[in-house]
């Protein structure tokens, strides 16, 4: 057997989830995700990698299915696309989402250390005479504590969803990674002064978290990391209609509040 048909034969024995995995590998090889892009840019014909993975899928889910009748290849394929399309798609809505999720952290985090420094900026004895001062820090001090568990959340689900789709591998890339770390590092000292600046001043010590709320938190990153890449995979595989009703699904509940808020007047 030739070097050639090696290869083939391992490849057709990869199931959706080990192509994806693969490819990721390659891809996290060049530390972040621009950096990535570039390199196909910058090929002499360059070629999307889920076109690559697609064709990778077919040709495993054709070899699984060789002598059967040709309605069990057929579903073979499209189940073997189905699943190599949603994992592609979800590698890249996890780096999007956590790209997003660190710009905004950061910014977040800006604005309350500028909160904090200017409500404790004047002397103890002169905050402790307004009426308003323990309560105003209690909230203040209340936020960093939130942006903690907002992260702790979505890194939460970003495992769970790497578990049950990737094999527990990290979508992130490297990079993505350690900025995340050296965010979720930022955010929990700015909070643990900001808890510790309350104490100082008098300020009641925050309740405990609401499980419940945590939980559901989760939940919805879940649903907001997963159901955009199922709607998205199932468009590009021409399947408009079961990725309409996903995404309207994923949405409804997302747009509830605005329209309980612009209902019509009584």
């Not at 693969?22 to 995700?33: I, N, S």
């Not at 960093?144 to 992130?172: C, F, K, N, W």
Request: include cysteine; proline fraction near 5%; hydrophobic fraction near 45%.
């Amino acid at each position: 057997m030739t070097l050639a048909h090696r290869v083939a034969s391992i490849e057709s024995a990869l199931s959706p989830t080990q192509h994806v995995l693969r490819w990721l590998d390659e891809a996290h090889a060049y530390g972040d995700l621009e950096s990535y892009v570039g390199s196909l840019l910058e090929a002499d014909h360059p070629a999307s990698p889920l076109d690559r993975l697609a064709r990778e899928a077919e040709r495993g889910a054709r070899a699984s299915q060789r002598g059967k009748r040709a309605e069990v290849v057929d579903r073979a394929i499209r189940s073997a696309l189905r699943e190599t399309v949603f994992r592609f798609e979800l590698v890249m809505r996890l780096n999007v989402t956590a790209h997003e999720l660190l710009e905004k952290e950061t910014l977040i985090d800006a604005a309350l250390s500028a909160h904090i420094a200017l409500l404790t900026s004047e002397g103890r004895e002169t905050r402790r005479r307004d009426p308003t001062y323990l309560q105003r820090f209690a909230t203040l001090r209340d936020l960093p504590l939130l942006r903690v568990r907002e992260m702790q959340t979505a890194e939460e689900a970003r495992t769970i969803v790497e578990e049950r789709y990737l094999d527990g591998h990290s979508a992130l890339f490297p990079h993505a990674a350690r900025a995340w770390e050296e965010q979720s590092r930022n955010t929990e000292m700015l909070a643990a002064m900001a808890c510790r600046l309350a104490e100082l001043d008098g300020v009641p010590a925050p309740g405990p978290p609401d499980a419940e709320a945590v939980s559901a938190r989760v939940a919805q990153f879940l649903a907001d990391f997963v159901e955009p890449a199922k709607s998205t995979a199932l468009e590009k595989l021409g399947d408009g209609t079961q990725a309409l009703g996903i995404a309207t699904a994923w949405l409804r509940p997302r747009l509830a509040p605005v329209a309980a808020d612009t209902g019509p007047a009584e």
